[in-house]
C-alpha cells in the first residue's frame, strides 16, 4: 500500500470530466499531484495526513491565460461612464481610457507596481485562480515590456 501525503475525504469533488462531480469523494495528493480521485473511501493508500472535508467543496483551480495585472492607476470609474452612454472616444477626450493607465505605469515606481501587483495577485488566488499568465501590456514595444 503507498504511502501518500495527503488523502481529503467525504468530500463532493467538482471535476470536468463528463460525470462533473463526486458527491462523496476521495481526492489523493501526493508529491505536490493528484493520483487519484474516486467515489467513497479509498483503502488504496496510507497517509498521516488525512483530511475530512465533509460539507467542503474541491473545484478545479481557475486558469487566467491573459491579465494585466502589472499596471498603476484605476479605470474602475469608466466601467460607470460607458454604462451610462459616454462613448470610449468621449472617455478619452476627458483624459481617461487605456492611455491614462499607461502613463501612470509608465510614471509608477517600481516598488509600487511591485506591491499593487502581488495584492492583485494575492486576490486572485483567494477566488480560485491557480495559474496565470501575468503581463503589463503597457510596454507598448518587446523591448519596454522586457523592463516591466
Known sequence: MPYVDIIVKNA??????????????TLVINKGNIVDI?????????????IDAEGNMILPGFIDCHTHLVHAGSRAKELYLRRSGVSYQEIQRRGGGIHSTVRATR????????N?????AELCL???TTTAEIKTGYGLEPAAEKDV
Open 12 to 25: 463532493h469533488i467538482v471535476t470536468l470530466s463528463l460525470s462533473g462531480e463526486i458527491t462523496d469523494g
Open 38 to 50: 474516486t467515489e467513497g473511501d479509498v483503502d488504496d493508500y496510507m497517509s498521516d495526513n488525512v
Open 107 to 114: 510614471a509608477a515606481d517600481i516598488d509600487v507596481l511591485y
Open 116 to 120: 499593487e501587483s502581488l495584492q492583485r
Open 126 to 128: 483567494r477566488h480560485g
